[in-house]
């Protein structure tokens, strides 16, 4: 009973630290955006800028040199280079922010019309390029498969990404994980699916990651249950996941997953009229 005690306690703790890190990790993604965008906004400034010095240079061909005017083209090409780079790394940086800000705004609970297929497909990608950002020579090919044509469904929108956000990152570890230890033919994949069957939405996120072992299936909707190193699981994911589709759409968590092969995760959501 005691022993039962200290462990919740403890549990509560690691809620309590979980959801004021929320909290921060929401003010510093809004505090960020700003000084983002300048740096966006003024790399797409100077790239115009350096099409009018391109005008001049080449209004003044004559006064240069063959050799200064090859150094001056090859110079102006670098530059446009780096200033694309920056501005595409930095679209990617805001992405994720508007993803840890979706993440973290409360608005729990309302149903509203929405693109799933749209929503699965920004999750997936985000947890991409986090990951991505994370990890050196993170490599996968993923594949979707979307239903065209789905009307808009009924969903909570923040807790169903967070969700897809949960199952797809840990899919990415998993294969990630995987080709730590595989030989080099090993070409990591995930396969990402949503489509309608009657009055139900079925998304599915397939990877051919390290599989589970009998334990971790059994124990996987454990709260605090993780074959993770401390910093990167908190063993509450899984557990979150159950509860965003089943308690609260209604619908059903199943997967299948074979040891050193691979899992697939698939959600069935009723259709809300
Ligand atoms: N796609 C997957 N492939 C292999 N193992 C998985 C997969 N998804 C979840 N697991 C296992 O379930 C455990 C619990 O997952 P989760 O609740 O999301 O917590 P965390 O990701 O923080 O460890 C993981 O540590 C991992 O062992
Ligand atoms: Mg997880």
């Given at each position: 009973m005691e022993q039962q005690l200290?462990?919740?306690?403890?549990?509560?703790?690691?809620?309590?630290?979980?959801?004021?890190?929320?909290?921060?990790?929401?003010?510093?993604?809004?505090?960020?955006q700003n000084p983002l965008n300048f740096v966006i906004n003024f790399s797409k400034m100077s790239d115009k800028l350096l099409k009018d010095l391109t005008e001049i240079v080449e209004d003044n061909e004559d006064n240069l040199s063959e050799e200064d005017r090859e150094e001056v083209e090859d110079i102006v090409a670098d530059l446009k280079d780096n200033l694309g780079k920056i501005v595409e790394h930095g679209e990617r940086a805001i992405s994720i922010i508007r993803g840890i800000l979706l993440v973290s705004r409360g608005k729990d609970n309302e149903f509203l019309p929405t693109d799933v297929n749209k929503l699965v497909k920004e999750y997936?990608?985000?947890?991409?390029?986090?990951?991505?950002?994370?990890?050196?020579?993170?490599?996968?090919?993923?594949?979707?498969?979307?239903?065209?044509?789905?009307?808009?469904?009924?969903?909570?929108?923040?807790?169903?990404?967070r969700a897809v956000l949960n199952v797809m990152n840990n899919a990415c570890y998993a294969v990630w994980k995987k080709s730590q230890a595989a030989d080099t033919g090993y070409q990591p994949e995930i396969n990402v699916g949503v489509k309608s069957d009657g009055d139900t939405i079925v998304i599915s996120i397939a990877d051919n990651g390290?599989?589970?072992?009998?334990?971790?299936?059994?124990?996987?909707?454990?709260n605090f249950f993780t074959t993770k190193p401390v910093g990167q699981g908190t063993g509450l994911g899984m557990?979150?996941?159950?509860?965003?589709?089943?308690?609260?759409?209604?619908?059903?968590?199943?997967?299948?997953?074979?040891?050193?092969?691979?899992?697939?995760?698939?959600f069935t959501i009723p259709v809300r009229k």
């Open positions: 200290e462990t919740l306690q403890q549990q509560l703790k690691q809620q309590e630290k979980l959801a004021s890190l929320g909290m921060l990790s929401a003010g510093i993604a809004h505090e960020i997936v990608w985000l947890s991409y390029h986090a990951m991505r950002a994370n990890v050196k020579n993170f490599n996968i090919s993923i594949h979707e498969d979307y239903e065209e044509g789905m009307p808009q469904m009924m969903v909570i929108p923040q807790d169903l990404s390290e599989g589970m072992t009998e334990e971790v299936k059994q124990r996987l909707y454990e557990g979150i996941v159950r509860d965003i589709i089943e308690n609260k759409h209604g619908g059903t968590v199943s997967f299948l997953s074979t040891e050193g092969e691979g899992t697939t995760f698939t």
